[in-house]
Antibody
Framework: QVQLVESGGGVVQPGRSLRLSCAASGFTFSDYGMFWVRQAPGKGLEWVTLIWYDGSNKYYADSVKGRFTISRDNSKNMLFLQIHGLRGDDTAVYYC???????????????WGQGTLVTVSA | DIQLTQSPSFLSASVGDRVTITCRASQGVGRWLAWYQQKPGKAPSLLIHTASTLQSGVPSRFSGSGSGTDFTLTISSLQPEDCGTYYCQQFDGFPTFGQGTKLEIQ
């Protein structure tokens, strides 16, 4: 079954760290770039970070640069998001998503996980 | 960063109506624009990529058009299951999303 399953969310105190995971199955994970997208409660979608299919390039939204690190393990079909220095405005559902691409251009995110909720609260 | 502005932010329409949502970019993005539908409590689902290419499995009543700074998502005949929030996303620079358009069925 083609799917992405996130895990690792929870309630975390401000300033603490957290690692989110995304398990991919049913497709050749190493062929795809991957994104993390988050959605604060009642708000819209926000792109967080992306990583190329081979992990060679990573890009971050300004709002998370320096605190978030994306990585992947293609041998285990896993995507990760390491978050340091959690803040209240990081409270959101975090989705991992598979990216369609063609000749080096991203086209769209065609497969999404169910999301994992991160709540930053004292 | 490239800003995307969707209009309207909220839309109420009846079954069978033709519905149009627009997405305007703060600078040209070519045709590197996608549209998504999101139902409450669910992950978004890709409808259209590259401005006008219908994603596999998406009903043909959905269509997209535009290039540069102005894009349109059209639902030719609204169905009850089309309620939800619609987002555009550009991929020309760092990816950004529009703020969303909530579509309600009257």
């Amino acid at each position: 079954q083609v799917q992405l399953v996130e895990s690792g969310g929870g309630v975390v105190q401000p300033g603490r760290s957290l690692r989110l995971s995304c398990a991919a199955s049913g497709f050749t994970f190493s062929d795809y770039g991957m994104f993390w997208v988050r959605q604060a409660p009642g708000k819209g979608l926000e792109w967080v970070t992306l990583i190329w299919y081979d992990g060679s390039n990573k890009y971050y939204a300004d709002s998370v640069k320096g605190r978030f690190t994306i990585s992947r393990d293609n041998s285990k079909n896993m995507l990760f998001l390491q978050i340091h220095g959690l803040r209240g405005d990081d409270t959101a559902v975090y989705y991992c998503a598979r990216a369609l691409a063609n000749s080096g251009n991203w086209l769209g995110l065609d497969l999404w996980g169910q999301g994992t909720l991160v709540t930053v609260s004292a | 960063d490239i800003q995307l502005t969707q209009s309207p932010s909220f839309l109420s329409a009846s079954v069978g109506d033709r519905v149009t949502i627009t997405c305007r970019a703060s600078q040209g993005v070519g045709r590197w624009l996608a549209w998504y539908q999101q139902k409450p409590g669910k992950a978004p689902s890709l409808l259209i990529h590259t401005a006008s290419t219908l994603q596999s499995g998406v009903p043909s009543r959905f269509s997209g058009s535009g290039s540069g700074t102005d894009f349109t998502l059209t639902i030719s005949s609204l169905q009850p299951e089309d309620c939800g929030t619609y987002y555009c996303q550009q991929f020309d620079g760092f990816p950004t999303f529009g703020q969303g358009t909530k579509l309600e069925i009257q």
